[in-house]
Every structure is written in C-alpha cells, then in structure tokens.
C-alpha cells in the first residue's frame, strides 16, 4: 500500500501536532458548554476520534454518513443522506467533523440540515481545506491544512474505498487511477 504513494503531503507528527492546535482552539470556544459533536463519516473517523480525545472539555458525540463521491475522484454534486445522527440538536450547539472540504456541497448539505433541526450554533472544524475546490459558500471555523488541488488519501481519505487506514496523508502515484 505504502508503495502506490507518490509523496507524503502530511506525516504523522504533523498530523498529530496541528490535531493538538485544533483542540486546544476547540476548548476555549466551547468552555463551559457541551457541544454535540458530529463526525463525518467514513473519511472523519480517525481525525475524529484524535480530535475528541485532544479537546479538554465535555461533549457529546455522534456520526453522519452522507455521501457525494461514488468512489470517483470528482464530485458527482449531489449529497445523499445515508446514516442519520441520533441526537436531538435543537437548541445544543454543533460541531461539525469533517475529513476535508472540497467543492463544500457536503458541507453545506450538513449545515442546512442542522440550521433546519434549530441547533443553537453550527461550527465546523475540517483537518484539510482545499479552497481551490470551492463550487458553494461553505467555510470552516476551525482548519487543519490548507491543501492543493490534488486528491489526497490516508489517514481516513479514501480512493476506491482503499488507503484510509494509511497513517499519513498523501498523494496517489498517477498510475493508481488510470489501472483501476
Ligand atoms: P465536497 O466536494 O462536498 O467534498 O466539499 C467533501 C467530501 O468529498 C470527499 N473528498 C475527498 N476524498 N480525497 C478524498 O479521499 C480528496 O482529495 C477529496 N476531496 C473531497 C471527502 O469524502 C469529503 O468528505
Ligand atoms: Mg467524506
């Protein structure tokens, strides 16, 4: 697996040191309060599950399936809702989780969603934003990276649903796509 990348964009200590930033933000703008915190799933699950446990300060959590990319490396533009959180958000405040922010349509698909539930506030804290992609108005509150316009997999990023259990972000050799 380790042998289909073509560079690594961010390693494990890197990852790992701007996960720290993230929570320490988190912390502060949520101090005193319980925010429901949601992660996106699948590309979310492991900076998700780092993220938690690297804010000092209470919440609940919960995950979200929604899906738009079919296994292509385009957006296909549409956003269905495949798993559904189980939590009441009216009027808690929401801590969107996302892996990366491309076109913004998933995004802005959550941030409807939960506006229309009467959450109190909406945040989002994404580990990667590649602003080049932007086709909606979506932006975060809380950034990782700011990366290129490149696809990218690991570390929950997936291409053909492979590499997200890949420990590091980086990019595919060009081979990868044009075999598959
Ligand atoms: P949009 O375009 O809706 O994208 O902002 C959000 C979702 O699309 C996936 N995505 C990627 N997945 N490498 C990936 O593995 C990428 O470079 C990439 N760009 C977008 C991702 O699932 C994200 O939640
Ligand atoms: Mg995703």
Redesign the pocket.
């Known amino acids: 697996m380790n042998n289909d990348i073509l560079k690594v964009l961010y390693s494990q200590e890197e990852i790992q040191a701007v996960v720290n930033r993230l929570g320490r933000e988190i912390a502060q703008t949520y101090a005193g309060k319980t925010p429901v915190v949601v992660g ?1 799933l699948k ?1 979310a699950i492991f900076f998700m599950t780092d993220i938690a446990r690297a804010v000092d300060s209470y919440m609940q959590i919960d995950f979200i399936d929604v899906s ?2 079919h296994g292509a490396t385009e ?1 296909s533009g549409t ?1 269905e809702l495949l798993q559904d959180i189980n939590t009441d958000i009216e009027g808690r405040d929401v801590l969107i989780v ?10 802005k698909f959550l941030l409807d969603t939960f506006a229309n539930r009467g959450a109190q506030s909406i945040k989002v804290c994404t580990l990667l934003d ?1 602003p080049a ?1 932007r086709a909606v108005d979506a932006e975060s509150d809380f950034v990782g990276f700011k990366v290129p316009n490149e ?3 690991g570390y929950g ?3 053909d649903e492979k590499y997200r259990n890949l420990p590091y972000i980086g990019v595919l050799k060009p081979e990868i796509y044009t075999n598959n």
Do not use: A, N, P, Q
């Not at 996302?98 to 995004?107: H, N, P, Q, Y």
């Open positions: 996106v590309g738009s990319y957006s956003v996302e892996d990366i922010v491309d076109t913004g349509r998933t995004l590649k992609g696809f990218v997999v990023l997936d291409y």
